[in-house]
């Protein structure tokens, strides 16, 4: 069995849309592809006269250093997002198949399997929210194609151990594609799964240089997958998903001095992460501050609809996370610089005052 007999059948047979950039090769003049012959006015818009490669090369090959797999097992698309519904697109026939999910957890897993109709399963995650892999394994059933396992987990900050992942692997040979999303995975102490992709055909990564890349206006998302999931989504992916000005931003992203500062800011998020931590645990008002590994704290409240409103008055936005079952009382804080931080305590102090 192969991990494509678990896709749908009209999407493994149909042919894919042939663009004109995929399919010239040489060339200096380009007539092809109905394309102004002029470049547009201003400095941002040079190239982009031209359609953009569809995977633009260089980019691929900094990723898949970065990530550590082989160039056919990354498919880039505008955010993680996107990975996600053309997974969904391409594994759940609507109104037949599903999808299971542990809530609380990031929300664009349910919202792209309705807009498929495919339904979505739930096992929830523990009350330390941790992932029940017992609980998960009960709640599969043959229409489930896709099991989205997120770590560290949004919005409850926690990592999923490897050898949960492992576990649901071997149990779900045959039956299901396993996506582990580690949007956050780079403020952990933790190592990506992506190494498991060449032992387990029907497991995929989604990661993103929305987070720890500063890159989330840019739009530019991976997933990795086997070579043969990859080129089935390919099929239905837009013929052009990365606009120019991004690819070029997430090139300079990765230039030597990019790196530095993504490697710096990278230390700044972990370290107020755990000074902000402690002086939120030390607040009146404050239930619990869970602990995290990524770059939000999601903090109990007493009150957290007043602190919200208070944090707003302030000018501070937060995320109200309250309509997340077992975070009924809580806001999720992003890590921002030191003085942004600084200014959440003091507002929140002066709320106890
Ligand atoms: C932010 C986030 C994403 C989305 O990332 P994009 O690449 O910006 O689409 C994916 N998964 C989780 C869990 C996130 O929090």
Redesign the pocket.
């Known amino acids: 069995m192969s991990v494509l007999d678990l896709a749908r059948a009209e999407i493994r047979a149909m042919q894919p849309y042939s663009s004109a950039r995929m399919e010239a090769s040489g060339g200096q003049i380009f007539l092809n592809a109905n394309e102004s012959a002029w470049a547009p006015t201003g400095e941002a818009g040079h190239g982009c006269n031209r359609y953009p490669e569809p995977q633009p090369a260089a980019l691929v090959k900094m990723l898949a250093e970065l990530y550590g797999v082989r160039h056919e097992q990354l498919l880039m698309g505008?955010?993680?997002?996107?990975a996600?519904d053309l997974l969904v697109r391409a594994f759940c026939r609507a109104g037949q198949d599903a999808i299971l999910i542990q809530p609380p957890t990031?929300g664009?897993y349910a919202v792209c399997a309705r807009i498929q109709n495919a339904a979505v399963i739930e096992a929830a995650l523990a009350a330390d929210f941790s992932l029940d892999v017992d609980a998960l394994l009960a709640a599969m059933t043959p229409a489930v194609k896709l099991v989205f396992i997120?770590t560290p987990n949004?919005p409850s900050g926690q990592t999923v151990p490897r050898a949960s992942i492992e576990r649901l692997a071997e149990a779900l040979a045959g039956r299901a594609v396993l996506v582990v999303?580690e949007?956050?995975i780079e403020f952990t102490d933790e190592g990506s799964v992506s190494d498991l992709i060449d032992r387990y055909e029907h497991l995929a990564v989604?990661r993103?240089?929305?987070?720890a890349w500063a890159l989330?206006g840019a739009?530019?998302?991976c997933l990795l997958a086997n070579a043969e999931v990859i080129t089935l989504l390919r099929k239905i992916i837009p013929p052009y998903p990365l606009p120019l000005p991004c690819v070029n931003a997430a090139l300079a992203a990765f230039s030597p001095a990019g790196k530095a500062s993504a490697g710096e800011h990278l230390r700044v998020v972990r370290e107020q992460r755990q000074w902000m931590s402690a002086a939120l645990r030390a607040l009146p008002g404050v239930r619990e501050v869970l602990p995290s590994q990524t770059n939000f704290l999601a903090v109990r409240f007493d009150q957290a609809d007043q602190v919200y409103q208070r944090l707003l008055a302030a000018g501070i936005v937060v995320r109200d996370v309250r309509r997340y079952p077992q975070l009924a009382d809580a806001l999720r804080i992003t890590i921002g610089t030191a003085e942004e931080n600084a200014r959440v305590l003091q507002v929140l102090q002066g709320e106890a005052a």
């Not at 505008?78 to 996107?82: I, L, V």
């Not at 993103?208 to 987070?211: A, F, I, R, Y």
């Open positions: 505008r955010g993680s997002d996107e996600i990031f664009m997120c949004n999303d949007a956050y989604l993103t240089l929305s987070k989330a739009r530019i998302g």
